[in-house]
């Protein structure tokens, strides 16, 4: 298996315009994670899914952030409109379930100018 | 109160030295807790996890569990600079229905010369 795939692995944007981040968890895992890091606030959990559904998005910042699984090997975080506070690398990672370790993607680094 | 807390250093050992890291979690529900490694720029990886109280070791790493007081290590023997990095500490809760993957902010570990 190609491990957790995420792209694009860069994206600038300028204020204001919608970003979408994807990507596309090991298969056979059946809970997904988004993680958002930056120096100041460390690795925060924004949503998770399990068998596709969104069981906990307190974390997500606002309501400019939504995040779908439309299926078992693909999910989105979309950020409209993009702020300059958002710039951040974002992670996927993935987990067979219980008990379990989460393997992460390389992660998206976000710039919004 | 974080649900997962770390000291965020820098903890500087010199080479050879035993490095020992710490992390305390809120949770009693939680599970089982990981050790990641993440260098400067890539995506966290597993160094260790542990469910049961007591040590578990691993070549040069040592993770150690007390959940009566919540409490969660990692010791590194004979530290390389190659160690040089920063140490996640994540707890994880099933609820029977999903899982939740929590980290800590980290603790920045430089191995000197």
């Known amino acids: 298996d190609a491990g957790v795939i995420q792209s694009p692995r860069h994206e600038v944007t300028e204020m204001g315009q919608e970003v979408t981040l994807r990507c596309k968890p090991i298969?056979?895992?059946?809970?997904l994670f988004w993680y958002r890091q930056t120096m100041m606030r460390g690795l925060e959990l924004l949503i998770y899914?399990?068998?596709?559904?969104?069981?906990?998005d307190s974390g997500m910042p606002e309501d400019r952030f939504s995040a779908k699984m439309p299926n078992a090997s693909f999910s989105t975080l979309k950020i409209q409109p993009s702020e300059p506070r958002d710039s951040a690398v974002y992670f996927c990672?993935?987990?067979?379930?219980?008990?379990?370790?989460?393997?992460f993607g390389q992660g998206t680094r976000l710039t919004v100018v | 109160q974080k649900e997962v807390e770390q000291n965020s250093g820098p903890l500087s050992v010199p080479e050879g030295a035993i490095a020992s890291l710490n992390c305390t979690y809120s949770d009693r529900g939680s599970q089982s807790f990981f050790w990641y490694r993440q260098y400067s720029g890539k995506s966290p990886e597993l160094i260790m996890f542990i469910y049961s109280n007591g040590d578990k070791e691993d070549g040069r790493f040592t993770a150690q569990l007390n959940k009566a007081s919540q409490y969660v290590s990692l010791l590194i023997r004979d530290s390389q600079p190659s160690d040089s990095a920063t140490y996640l500490c994540a707890a994880f809760l099933n609820t029977g229905t999903a899982s939740k993957l929590t980290f800590g902010t980290g603790t920045r570990l430089q191995v000197t010369l």
């Open positions: 990672a993935s987990s067979p379930g219980a008990i379990s370790e989460a393997f």
């Open positions: 298969s056979g895992h059946n809970s």
């Open positions: 899914f399990n068998n596709n559904v969104p069981i906990d």
